[in-house]
């Protein structure tokens, strides 16, 4: 166990710690949730330890990595554009390409992965490894 933690923290210290508003959509409490996490893989049901080392892996890959979205829009329909793009940010999307054919506009937005881990603060994440 010693071996995962300490290797979780040498990744996360190493790592570029971004920081990003609150998602729109509502998340557990992330204090909890890696406390539950935690808490699980300390268990002696082997079953239960699996699975929150294994939530505990996949919410630590997702730091730095985006997802994607696109969006195509009609000429006849560019006057929702403002609206789409407001709508789209609202929800952490950000458009990063606008690329225009003879049908319309094809939009490419991107946002952050949401991780538990990565909106802790640092100090806050230390003390889920106290004994």
């Keep these: 166990m010693k071996i995962i933690v300490s290797f979780f923290l040498l990744f996360f210290f190493s790592s570029v710690s971004l920081s990003f508003p609150e998602e729109k959509?509502?998340?557990?409490?992330?204090?909890?949730?890696?406390?539950?996490a935690l808490d699980d893989a300390k268990s002696d049901d082997n079953e239960l330890r699996k699975k929150a080392l294994k939530w505990i892996d996949e919410?630590?890959?997702?730091?730095?990595?985006?997802?994607?979205?696109?969006?195509?829009?009609?000429?006849?329909?560019?006057?929702?554009l403002e609206k789409i793009l407001n709508e789209s940010g609202n929800d952490r999307w950000e458009c990063?390409?606008?690329?225009?054919?003879?049908?319309?506009?094809?939009?490419?937005?991107?946002?952050?992965?949401?991780?538990?881990?990565?909106?802790?603060?640092?100090?806050?994440?230390?003390?889920?490894?106290?004994?």
Excluded at 28 to 33: A, D, L, R, S, V
Excluded at 98 to 114: A, E, H, M, Q, S
């Design 25 to 36: 959509s509502v998340k557990p409490n992330y204090w909890e949730k890696l406390k539950s």
């Design 59 to 80: 919410d630590i890959k997702k730091i730095g990595d985006w997802e994607y979205k696109v969006i195509e829009i009609e000429y006849n329909a560019i006057g929702k």
């Design 96 to 131: 990063f390409w606008i690329d225009k054919d003879n049908k319309g506009f094809t939009l490419i937005l991107k946002r952050p992965k949401f991780s538990y881990i990565q909106k802790l603060p640092k100090g806050e994440l230390l003390k889920l490894f106290k004994d």
